[in-house]
């Protein structure tokens, strides 16, 4: 007998989400409000439940208190089995029972359950459970009694929910990042295509600009005032549409951010008054390589500046670019001197000078992990009252990679590039038919 499910999955559920979560066993979803993340999971334990072929397999969906996985989950389990014949509903346990192939056993079963009430939870095994909200339960949960029931049975654990601060939810999804075991993403509002613009207007009406940050653009940092950039103003500069005027006069300029270990990327950033172009990432490329890849760019784009980190292979890649002709080359150190003695070296300066930049209508490539890149960093104050930022390493160890996306960005501010001349060479270049303000983009 064939059943079909009443269940028609969204392209993202369908073509990414689903199709992930059968190749591993740990996830973690980070998902805007109303991305259909309770319809999705529901569904996927279903389908495992119908699967799975051993005795009596046990699931469990748990939210933070029994009442909330009652109102959010139940309803949609009982629709979503309905179809299936021989199936039977608890209503007094909260669970939905299957039918297997192992006849006078009892089926699979799938419990709603609430964190509120642990001890409802402790039993022999569990062949999957999905902690929805994991940013409300107790970390203790899952390591005290979820992870020993999922032993046996080498059962599967996903971590579903909307940020709520940097709290054991966001630890959890660095980890994922990090470890391949994990199957990890984040949707925000603005990527997912799920709500209309109408739909994420109206939503946004009722609610404070940090529950915007945090429910709809997935920030983990919204309740923190230390950000360099929030992720509103990531966004809309992700978002944002430029014109002719934007770019018109204005000089091109390069910033290489120059990998330094293996696992590190050297990335290209282009930018021209307030047009931004997505980042070139070239992996595992020598001195030398990397060297003509820049130069191939630099004899298409015609860059007035050139600002190159001077970390690691970064010196040899500027003197081969300057053997090959290239005289318009700064060496940039993240630790040097700033020009504003308000921060403590260059690196501070140059992140809130990018920072400026959004703020006066720039716009930046919509690249998600550009804008994760941006939101992550944080700043303090030495002792002597001047702003750093969070170390470079700190921020890899914290998220499983460098950013350097978002330090080739900042590099493009390193140096002040004198427009005038460069605006006046361009109008003699308009005289005599020559300039086209198209051939930078």
Known sequence: MRVVIPY???????????????????????????????????????????????????????A??????????????????????GRKVNESELFVELPTQHKGDAGARIYIVGADKPDNLRGDYLDGAILDEYAQIKPSLF??????????????????????????????YLQAQKDERYFSCLYRVDESNVLSQEEIEDLSKDMTPEQIRQELYCDFTASASNVVMPIDLVS?????????????????????DVARFGDDDS?????????????????????????????????????AIVNIDGGAMGPGVIDRLRQLGWQNIVE?????????????????EMYFLAKEFLEAGGCIPDDSDLKTELTVTEYSFTAAGKIQLQP??????????????????????ATPVNAAMLYERQQREIENQEYDPYRDL
């Open 8 to 62: 028609t999955p969204r392209p993202i559920w369908q073509d990414v989400i689903h199709s992930a979560l059968e190749q591993k066993k740990r996830a973690v979803l980070v998902c805007h409000r109303r991305f259909g993340k309770t319809i999705g999971c529901i569904n996927e334990l279903i389908k495992k439940a119908v699967q799975n072929r051993l005795l009596m397999p046990r699931y469990a969906y748990i």
């Open 64 to 85: 933070p208190y029994r009442n909330q996985a009652k109102k959010i989950a139940w309803e949609w389990l009982k629709h979503y089995t309905k179809v299936i014949p």
């Open 143 to 172: 390591g005290e009694i979820v992870a020993p029931m999922l032993v046996d049975r080498k059962g599967f654990v996903y971590f579903i929910g909307t940020p709520k601060g940097q709290n054991q939810f966001y630890e959890r």
């Open 236 to 256: 809309a500069a992700a978002k944002r549409e430029l014109t002719d005027k934007d770019v018109y006069g204005m000089p091109v300029i390069f910033a290489l």
């Open 267 to 303: 990335v290209l950033t282009i930018r021209q008054g307030l047009f931004t172009r997505p980042q070139l990432r070239w992996h595992g490329l020598n001195t030398m390589e990397l060297a003509a890849r820049m130069a191939a760019e630099m004899m298409k784009h015609n860059p």
């Open 332 to 348: 940039v150190n993240f630790g040097q001197a700033p020009m504003d003695p308000r921060y403590a070296n260059a690196r501070a």
């Open 392 to 413: 470079k390493a700190k921020i890899k160890e914290l998220t499983g990679r460098s950013p350097d996306g978002a330090d080739s960005f900042a590099l493009t501010f």
